[in-house]
């Protein structure tokens, strides 16, 4: 059984997993609905995550591409205008160094790296400068694989760790550009 405390911080993420179809559908046609998602997943109503870096692995072109990172040090902290005003969103993001540097990633596909996948995702968290890397991967759609690099504020929450790889299917339904 789980403590009250955790109950509660459960009962948030699985609320915010639960509208963000909703909100997906809402932003249809839009080029930049997973930077919106990622931003969603990382707040502190959700996973509170510090950093996250969302990556695509086509293996038959051979290409690991950066789609879309979040720094809660230079992404916008307020939620509501979030959905409600897109165009100021995704000035802020546009503008933030951490989402370029993710999106100027473009390195050889995970099946074709020599070592362990390990060591590789290692050398991509450094290059994002995160400490205490975590992973969750998963095949999506066209014979992808969706990769999500990210660390914690709050290195004890295992609520987290149960429900990321929830968040990680729902960025796979966002388009790719």
Request: with cysteine; aromatic share 10%.
């Amino acid at each position: 059984m789980k403590p009250d405390g955790a109950l509660e911080r459960e009962s948030k993420i699985l609320g915010t997993l639960s509208r963000l179809p909703q909100k997906i559908l809402s932003l249809h046609g839009r080029e930049d609905v997973t930077e919106f998602v990622l931003r969603d997943l990382c707040h502190e109503h959700c996973f509170n995550l510090k950093k996250a870096a969302f990556f695509v692995d086509n293996p038959d072109f051979n290409c690991l591409k950066g789609v879309a990172g979040y720094y809660h040090e230079d992404t916008p902290t307020v939620c509501d205008f979030l959905w409600d005003h897109p165009e100021q969103f995704m000035k802020r993001m546009q503008e933030s160094s951490f989402n370029k540097k993710v999106r100027s990633l473009w390195i050889p596909s995970l099946n074709n790296v020599e070592g362990s996948k390990t060591e590789f995702v290692s050398t991509v968290a450094q290059t994002l400068e995160m400490n205490s890397p975590r992973t969750c991967s998963l095949p999506v759609k066209y014979g992808n694989h969706a990769l999500l690099v990210f660390e914690k504020e709050n290195e004890g929450d295992g609520v987290v760790d149960e429900h990321v790889c929830h968040g990680l299917s729902l960025l796979g339904f966002c388009p790719i550009y």
